[in-house]
């Protein structure tokens, strides 16, 4: 009468990769971007396609430009973002380079949850949206480290 109890999870072709894929689209992600001091770490989760960063919602930030370089990644991608709920904590740095961090944070969850031809989208796009950027500042070295790590006392020529 039931003929299907039977068959095993592996019976038919490509269920494999459905099951992981089905995975993929129940957990969670979280990741973290980086820019100069500046960190954002990215929670994204099945959901309605809500992005909140800092607890306020992506439309209601007041900055344009910091906006539109967050949206940078969710543009990319097309529509396959809307799936998806992106919560957003940033901390430390300047407008920029947290809208940067925040960028990268996003793009990185994307490109776990969405497989590796998204992954690949990023990177023809722009590199720094996968892989973070190591530059950092300089140290104050000790005798003048008010002024900066390369500054030194001014000479007189004459």
Known sequence: MQE???RGPCSEAGS???MVSKERKE???FTTGKRKLAVARAKISPGKGIVKVNSIPLDLMNNAVTKMRIQEALIVTGGDWKKFDINLNVR???IMGQADAARQAIARGLAKML???TRKKFME???YM???DSRRTEPHKPPRSSQGPRRYKQR???
Request: glycine share 16%; proline share 0%; charged share 45%.
């Open 92 to 94: 430390g740095g300047g």
């Open 27 to 29: 957990k969670s992600v």
């Open 16 to 18: 494999e990769e459905d």
């Open 130 to 132: 996968i892989v973070s």
């Open 125 to 127: 796009y722009d590199r």
């Open 115 to 117: 497989g590796a031809d």
């Open 156 to 158: 007189s020529k004459r």
């Open 4 to 6: 299907h109890e039977d």
